[in-house]
């Protein structure tokens, strides 16, 4: 061991799917985490076979070998904050959880992915209520999308009154902050809504992007969430910082063609170089 190392890096573990497309899954998050100045980690819960058209098929890992992706990288290299993607079965849901408690994982962000931009299904059935009953307690802040929140909640959402109903479910069923992410509204302005216990609501409002290319763009921004909790922000500031990333990234992408279906986004349009944190 260096015993002259004065320094660490943020690091931020994502456990979730692998998209071989490359613009979601763990690929979008470790671009995004580098992009922001962390150290990015991953356990991969499963294997995807995708392009930028959908989603040809789902290879799940091995439980005992998710669990040891976790414990080989938090017991060596430690992690500032975990964010979660894809967790297609309730026993995968299970295995993350217990993998969280026996960490002592505080700084969590959840984003439940049930739905590919092509629409393919991603999650089970049983593993939904799990999800809800194992994952939301442990969560800094879950992050659905407008399908995802309606499949929640087991009702559409077509409106921001609906939006803020469906989010107080979700803390009500256990989860500490929501961002219900309304980028599924009709109309040309996009509403996010962060809404945490004994809080009032943040509305946070933005022009839409004219853009094909949202492949990973929940992926990308839960990321960047995890990512600025790594760095210090506090929830709310990392949500707008996060927000601004993604917009940033999709704008930069917005004239690219990357494949015959909805293409990725510009990670990259402005890196930052790496942090370094004291010991």
Request: charged share 20%; with cysteine.
């Amino acid at each position: 061991m260096n015993s002259t190392a004065a320094f660490r890096y943020p690091r931020v573990l994502s456990i979730a799917g692998s998209d071989s497309g490359g613009g979601a899954g763990i690929q979008a998050d470790l671009k995004t985490f580098a992009a922001l100045g962390c150290y990015g980690m991953t356990a991969i819960t499963a294997l995807t076979a995708q392009n930028t058209t959908g989603v040809w098929s789902i290879h799940p890992v091995p439980l005992q070998h998710l669990a040891d992706q976790i414990n080989a990288v938090v017991e060596d290299i430690g992690a500032d904050a975990v964010k979660i993607g894809m967790l297609h079965s309730a026993d995968t849901v299970r295995t993350v959880a217990g993998a969280l408690r026996r960490h002592g994982l505080t700084q969590v962000v959840l984003d439940p992915v049930m739905v590919a931009t092509s629409g393919a299904k991603l999650i089970d059935d049983p593993a939904i209520n799990v999800l809800v009953s194992e994952l939301f307690p442990l969560a800094t802040v879950v992050t659905p999308n407008l399908d995802e929140a309606a499949l929640l909640v087991g009702r559409a959402l077509r409106s921001e009154d609906d939006m803020e109903d469906a989010a107080r479910e979700l803390l009500a069923r256990g989860a500490r902050a929501v961002l219900v992410k309304g980028g599924h509204l009709a109309g040309d302005t996009v509403s996010d809504l962060l809404l945490a216990r004994d809080a009032a609501p943040v509305w946070m409002h933005a022009p839409r992007i004219a853009t094909p290319n949202t492949h990973g763009t929940g992926c990308t921004l839960s990321s960047a969430i995890a990512s600025h909790l790594a760095l210090g922000a506090d929830l709310p500031q990392a949500v707008e910082r996060a927000r601004d990333f993604v917009r940033d990234a999709l704008e930069a992408g917005a004239r690219v063609r990357t494949g015959a279906g909805s293409g990725p986004l510009n990670h990259g349009h402005a890196p930052q170089a790496m942090q370094l944190r004291p010991l």
